[in-house]
T-cell receptor, first 112, second 112 residues
């Protein structure tokens, strides 16, 4: 069964600290994996996209890693800011035409 | 560029009424996606268009839902008749080929 799982479900960290969010998937065949950030009441915003041949990709303070062998991905946030508070969604594309499977998301709260 | 434009932003209607959601993708993008997001089910892909042609509508819940894309700059998602369980936030997203998808602000639909 094609699934995308994320952990933790929610996370609270202090401003300035680092954190890592996890994504495990069983989607096959695999095309690409994306991380989205969704602020409350707004649409998701793409952070990174990686194909199976890419191990890591950075976007500012966000760094995503991918291990296509173990079917795991992580999103590392460095020096967190209050504005990082959002839901982070892992999305895996199954086919070349972008049929996507969404993870349930991790809700991150950064507190002062 | 104004990004993906959706209208209306909020819609409240009574059960049995027809609802039409509208989307204007980013100019030059050739792929358009309609998604639905609820607390219980998260983000779900409803239908995907490529070059104005519906490619995958397997996510459309039932015959009450229909989507059209008459040209490259406009798409509609229609629900007829609407039911309370259709209440959700409906997102439209566009992309260029397999690039990152850009989401619109969403339409929050409430069916009473």
């Amino acid at each position: 069964k094609n699934q995308v799982e994320q952990s933790p479900q929610s996370l609270i960290i202090l401003e300035g600290k680092n954190c890592t969010l996890q994504c495990n998937y069983t989607v096959s065949p695999f095309s690409n994996l994306r991380w989205y950030k969704q602020d409350t009441g707004r649409g998701p915003v793409s952070l990174t996209i990686m194909t199976f041949s890419e191990n890591t990709k950075s976007n500012g303070r966000y760094t995503a890693t991918l291990d296509a062998d173990t079917k795991q991905s992580s999103l590392h946030i460095t020096a967190s800011q209050l504005s990082d508070s959002a839901s982070y969604i892992c999305v895996v594309s199954k086919t070349s035409y972008d049929k996507v499977i969404f993870g349930p998301g991790t809700s991150l709260s950064v507190i002062p | 560029d104004a990004g993906v434009i959706q209208s209306p932003r909020h819609e409240v209607t009574e059960m049995g009424q027809e609802v039409t959601l509208r989307c204007k993708p980013i100019s030059g993008h050739n792929s358009l996606f309609w998604y639905r997001q609820t607390m219980m089910r998260g983000l779900e892909l409803l239908i995907y268009f490529n070059n104005n042609v519906p490619i995958d509508d397997s996510g459309m819940p039932e015959d009450r839902f229909s989507a059209k894309m008459p040209n490259a700059s406009f798409s509609t998602l229609k629900i007829q008749p609407s039911e309370p369980r259709d209440s959700a936030v409906y997102f439209c997203a566009s992309s260029l080929e397999r690039a990152l998808q850009f989401f619109g602000p969403g339409t929050r639909l409430t069916v009473l």
